[in-house]
């Protein structure tokens, strides 16, 4: 009888046992405390949708997320993804196949102006020169005269110099978008307002030399004009 009484005290206190566990670790989405709430109601958030509380009628008052009017899809770290934050080029303009290109090619030889803000025009340059010699000096050189390490080494040839070549900003953007020859678009290393700034200093640094003399030798010849008629 005594060993009776004593099982069924142990089955009494398992079943017990076992009805709070299962009740513990069971869904209970009233719970009448709770500590740490963000983790106990994981928030998902919707990066076009601004973020709610799970756990409250308010919307999310994370600083970052309130800068932005609540949503939660943030702006990449500078430099850590491409974005066209100029706004100056469009994806359904490449051309698709070779008669576009050489259309496009064409076309790009008449743009003598980039379509970035000409009060940025210095910072512009600036910052194309940082950019010429960190991505391009390797082949074409410091001096844009083809003669880089690379070439130099007898890795590559056939880097033309600038100063032969009849190239314009547009010509030199082209180019850095879609490549030309051996030369291969680079379009996946600079953003499209960056590669209008290499553009620029191109022009600005290896043809800039050349335009100014037309107009110097000009000058005298009015001088002397204007001598003799006097």
Known sequence: MLKMK???????AILGLTTVLLNSCGPNENAPLVYFPDMYFPVAYDPLMKAQDAYSDHENEIPAFVKNNGATGLSPVEGSVAQNKDGVFEESKLPKTPDEYNTGYDASKAISASPLNPANAAKDIERGKMLFDRTCSACHGTGGDGQGPIVQSGAYSGVPNYADREITVGSV???????????GSYAGQLNAGDRWRVAMYVINAFKKSAAPAPAAAATPAKTETTETKK
């Open 6 to 12: 004593k099982n069924v005290l142990k089955i009494t």
């Open 173 to 183: 953007h082209y180019v850095l978008t879609n490549g030309r020859n051996a030369m």
